[in-house]
């Protein structure tokens, strides 16, 4: 499994990102997620989605704010992270991450063992 992120960059508050997950190989997988780490801060989970059913799941920081979705064009192998309405507290670095995760843990870390390299996102004036 390959994923690599990107779409990251500068944004004032208020603007908007959006962050693409590009994978490969993920046949085993079922499921998508977001993670946020920001300078000495844990790993954090942005939100997720889930193949069967196209299922969402976000963070309660995030919601109202934050979008996942698939392309649709099943070809290009794509999974979006749309970001609106940026705070300073949304600055991380990002990755997106695969695997088999059940419902206990898909908005876990540890639900998730492939993971792309992360794109840095900076929210600042």
């Known amino acids: 499994v390959q994923l690599v992120a990107s779409g990251g960059g500068l944004v004032q508050p208020g603007g908007s990102l959006k962050l693409s997950c590009v994978y490969s190989?993920?046949?085993?997988?079922?499921?998508m997620g977001w993670f946020r780490q920001a300078h000495w801060t844990d790993r954090e989970v942005v939100g997720s989605?889930?193949?069967?059913?196209?299922?969402?799941?976000?963070a309660d920081s995030v919601k109202g704010r934050f979008s996942i979705s698939r392309d649709r064009d099943r070809s290009k192998s794509a999974v979006y992270l749309e970001m609106n309405n940026l705070e300073s507290e949304d600055t991380a670095v990002y990755y997106c991450?695969?695997?088999?995760?059940?419902?206990?843990?898909?908005?876990?870390?540890?639900?998730?063992?492939?993971w792309g390299q992360g794109t840095q996102v900076t929210v600042s004036s």
């Open positions: 991450a695969a695997g088999r995760p059940i419902l206990s843990t898909i908005m876990t870390a540890r639900g998730y063992a492939y």
């Open positions: 190989g993920t046949s085993e997988v079922n499921a």
């Open positions: 989605f889930r193949w069967n059913g196209c299922r969402t799941y976000y």
